[in-house]
C-alpha cells in the first residue's frame, strides 16, 4: 500500500510514458487523414466522369448519381474531419491530465529553493505547457498529418501527365523555400522579442507588487522608464518580424495564384494538343492546391510546432531535475525526535554559494528549540530543510530515527507544521486554508484553532470559518493571517512544528497566546523549532542554537546561551574601556583621569 496515490508520469528522459498514453490518439488521428485525403480525391474524379460521360452522353441521370456521390464523399470527409480535430484534443486534454499536476508540484518544490527570476521562469513553465497542448490541438499537427500525402498528390497529377506533375513539384519546392527563409528572417527578432516581453511582464509584476513604496518614494518615473526600455524593445522585435513576416506572405500568395494560373495555362495547353481530356485543366488545379496546401500552412505552422518542441525540450529538462516520486511504504506516526547530523546545504545554479555547514543538534520529543543568529545567516533554509521542502546536500535530517528522504512528501506533510516567515494564504476560505485544503475535518480545524486561540478571533469574522480570505490572504490583517498560518501549522497535532518569525505581525495578546499554543502542545508531545529575533517568544523555548554565516557557534540550554551571549556582548565594551583608560594614562604620563 503506497502512502498516497502515484501521480501520473510521464519519463522525464525521453517522454515515453506519455507517448505511450497519446500514440493512440495520434494513429486513430493518421487513420482518419489517411481517408481524409483520399475521399479530397473525389472532386477531381467528380470533374473527369463528368466531362468523360456525363457531358459527351448527355446523360442527367449520370450527372445527378455522380453529384450524389460527390456529396456523400464530401460529408463523409467533413465528418472525419472533425472527428480528427476531436481526437487531437483529447490527446491533448489527456496530456495536460498527466503533466500539469506534476509541473505545478515541480514548480513549487523549486520555488522553496528561492531562486532569481524563479516567478518569471515559473510563469514560462506553465506557459510552455499550454503552449505544447495547444499546438497539439491546432492546425499545426494537422499539417503534420497533411504533409505526407503531398508527394501522393504530386505522383497522381505525373500520372496524369509527367508536365502537370513538373509544375506543382517546381511550385512545392519554391513554396517550401520560402517557408523556410520566413523562418530564417523571423527568428531572430522574435526570439529579442520574446526575451524582452519576458523582463518587461517580470519588472511589471515586480513594480505592481512594490508600488506604494516606489509612489511614496518618487520611484515611479525611473521605473516606468526602465519598463519602457524592454517594452520599445519588445514592440521592436514584434514590428521587425511582422514586417517581413507580411513580406514573405504576399510572395506566398502571389506564387500560389501564379502557379494556379500557370497550372490552368498548362492543362490548357495540353488540352489542345489534346494530351489531355479537357476535365483535367480543373482537376489539375483542385488537386495541385491540395498537394501545395500543407507546404503553404507550414509557413505558419512550422514556427508554431517550432516553438513547441522547444517548450517541450524546457519541460523535459525540468521533469528531469524533479523525477516524480514513486509510491513508498507507509511509515508509522513518527514521534517529535529531531536529529540532524552534519547539515551542508548550497544554493543551486552558478551561484552555488554555501548557505549552512556542518549543523549538527538534536532535539527531544515535545521540546522546544529557538534558533537565532544574525539575517543571512540561513536561519530559514535551515527551517526549510527541517521539514524536507529541500533536499540537503550533504547531511541528513532524521524525524523520529527515519531520514526525511525515505518519507513521501505527502505523507510527511501530515506529520509536520510549518509557519514561514510569508504566511502564504491562498484564495479560499478560513477553514480552506487551516484545513490545508482538503487534508483535515472540521474537528480538527477547530481544534487547531483552539490550540491556536484564534478560534473566537475567526468567529468574529463576517462568515466565521467560511469567510474568504481573498488571494494571499489580502482581506486579513498581518496579524490574522499569521494567526491563522499557525493554526494550519498545528492541525492534525503533528509531530514537528516549525515556526519561523512566528510573532513578527503580532501583537502582545498574539504573542502570549503563541506562547500558551507552545506550552500546551509541549506537553502532548509536539516538538517545536522556533526562529526569532523578538525575546518575548525565546522565553517558551528549552534550548537555544545560535546560527552565523551557515554554520553553529552556540547551542546549549536557553540561559546559558543567552548568558554566554551577554558575556560576548560585554567584553567587547570592557575592551574598549581598557583601552581608553591606556590611552588617557599615555596622555596624562601615567597618572589616571
Known sequence: MSQSDAMPEPDAGEGSGLRAACMPYFVAAAVFSGAINLLYLASPLYLMQVYGR?????????????????????????????????ILVRAGIRMDHMLAARLLATLAARGTRREAGGGERRGEALRDLDQVRQVMTGPGVQTL??????????????????LL????????????????????????????????????????????????PAVAMGMLPGLVARWQDDRFTMIGGQAIASDRHAAFSAATRFLRLSLQSLMLGVGA???????????????????????LAPVEQAVGAGRQITSAWE?????????????????????????????????????????????????????????????????AAGKSTLARLLIGAMAPGRGSVRLGGVDLRQWDHQALGRHVGYLPQDVGLFAGTVRDNIARFGQASDEEVVTAALHADVHDMILDLPQGYDTPVGPGGAVLSGGQRQRIGLARALVGLPSLVVLDEPNAA???????????????????????IVIAHRPNIIGAVDAL?????????????????????????????????????????????????
Open 54 to 86: 456525363a457531358l459527351p452522353g448527355r446523360s442527367e441521370a449520370t450527372l445527378l448519381l455522380l453529384t450524389l456521390v460527390l456529396l456523400l464523399a464530401l460529408l463523409v470527409m467533413a465528418l472525419l474531419d472533425a472527428v480528427r480535430a476531436r
Open 165 to 212: 506533375g513538373a509544375v506543382a513539384a517546381a511550385g512545392a519546392i519554391l513554396l517550401l523555400l520560402v517557408a523556410l527563409l520566413t523562418e530564417f528572417a523571423i527568428r531572430r527578432p522574435m526570439r529579442r522579442a520574446t526575451e524582452a516581453a519576458s523582463r518587461s511582464y517580470a519588472f511589471a509584476s515586480d513594480v505592481l507588487r512594490g508600488s506604494e
Open 145 to 162: 498529418f497533411d504533409a505526407p500525402w503531398t508527394p501522393v498528390y504530386l505522383v497522381i497529377l505525373a500520372f496524369i501527365h509527367p
Open 311 to 375: 517548450s517541450w525540450r524546457r519541460l523535459r529538462s525540468l521533469f528531469a531535475e524533479a523525477p516524480a516520486s514513486r509510491a513508498r511504504m507507509t511509515l508509522p506516526r513518527p514521534d517529535g525526535r529531531l536529529e540532524v547530523r552534519d547539515l551542508d546545504y548550497r544554493l543551486p545554479g552558478a551561484d552555488g554559494r554555501q548557505v549552512l555547514r556542518d549543523v549538527s543538534f538534536a532535539v527531544g520529543k515535545g521540546q522546544a528549540l529557538g534558533i537565532i543568529g544574525p539575517s
Open 269 to 291: 495547353w495540353l488540352a489542345i494538343e489534346r494530351a489531355v481530356e479537357p476535365a483535367v485543366i480543373f482537376a489539375g488545379v483542385i488537386l495541385m492546391g491540395r498537394a
Open 506 to 528: 503580532l501583537d502582545a495578546e498574539g504573542e502570549m497566546a503563541l506562547r500558551n499554543a507552545l506550552e500546551a502542545l509541549k506537553s502532548q508531545g509536539v516538538t517545536f
Open 545 to 593: 542554537l545560535v546560527l552565523e554565516d551557515g554554520a553553529v557557534s552556540t547551542q546549549g540550554p536557553r540561559a546559558e546561551v543567552i548568558d554566554a551571549l551577554r558575556r560576548q556582548a560585554v567584553r567587547p565594551v570592557e575592551r574598549e574601556g581598557e583601552a581608553a583608560d591606556r590611552s588617557r594614562r599615555d596622555a596624562t604620563g601615567g597618572t589616571p583621569s
